[in-house]
């Protein structure tokens, strides 16, 4: 009895000795879920990432700062979302694809202020573009943007997308939790008329959310750009014409 009893201790020490814990299966996440780039956990099969595709190739040789800016160039094209001399503010703006992109689309008289939780480096030359390190869902960077917007804006933009765990109940709960934000940024930063364009990836938060746009804008509905990777369930919302209610700041 002893024999074996000392056998299944040396046993259990060896096991300790040799087995490696992982304090990410232990401890909480406590970063934030956004961000302009949504990096990808190997823990399920997702779509094959190529990051030296034609677009990505293409923005290097152009010198833009990410293949996303031929998302927006050509939903610009198809949709007139922006117009010379308009205030764009831009959720989830690093690397800084699209601040370029509407940097060009309003000109001069325009400006384009960004936030996103990484810095935005180098920063952009562009004279009418700035951009700062900020969590949307701190009521201190509406406050922010509008100051160096100098007032609302008539353009919101987001490509904001949750960091990928693999996991979907996470997953789901990231992405809402940046739609959220952004909805609670709608009436704090947006002019009455003005207009929406948000990313959006394939979940019911998703769905709900575009239900709840209806509600406020004079129309919206769902685009997707040819720039998008292969396999990628992302699409963007267009939602014009906002309607502010009583209550909204």
């Not at 099969?45 to 190739?57: L, S």
Request: aromatic share 6%; proline share 4%; charged share 30%.
């Amino acid at each position: 009895m002893c024999g074996s009893r000392c056998r299944i201790l040396k046993w259990f020490a060896w096991t300790l000795r040799t087995t490696s814990y992982s304090c990410a299966a232990r401890c909480p996440v406590t970063s934030r879920p956004w961000s302009s780039f949504a990096r990808r956990s190997s823990s399920r099969p997702v779509a094959r990432y190529d990051r030296k595709d034609h677009f990505h190739q293409r923005a290097k040789r152009e010198g833009f700062r990410s293949r996303a800016v031929y998302k927006l160039a050509e939903l610009q094209s198809g949709h007139r979302i922006l117009k010379s001399g308009q205030r764009v503010a831009d959720l989830g703006c690093w690397p800084g694809g699209w601040l370029q992109e509407a940097s060009r689309a309003v000109g001069a008289r325009g400006r384009v202020v960004g936030v996103d939780l990484a810095p935005v480096e180098p920063p952009l030359n562009n004279a009418n573009v700035i951009s700062f390190v900020g969590d949307i869902e701190d009521a201190q960077v509406c406050e922010q943007l509008r100051t160096h917007l100098g007032g609302r804006c008539d353009v919101l933009l987001s490509d904001a997308a949750p960091k990928l765990t693999g996991v979907r109940e996470a997953d789901r709960a990231a992405e809402e939790r940046i739609l959220e934000a952004v909805e609670v940024i709608i009436p704090l930063l947006l002019r009455k008329d003005g207009d929406l364009l948000v990313k959006l990836l394939e979940c019911p938060e998703a769905q709900n959310f575009q239900r709840r746009m209806r509600a406020c804008f004079a129309s919206a509905k769902t685009v997707r750009a040819a720039a998008t990777r292969k396999g990628s369930s992302e699409r963007y919302l267009l939602a014009r014409g906002y309607k502010p209610t009583e209550t909204d700041s």
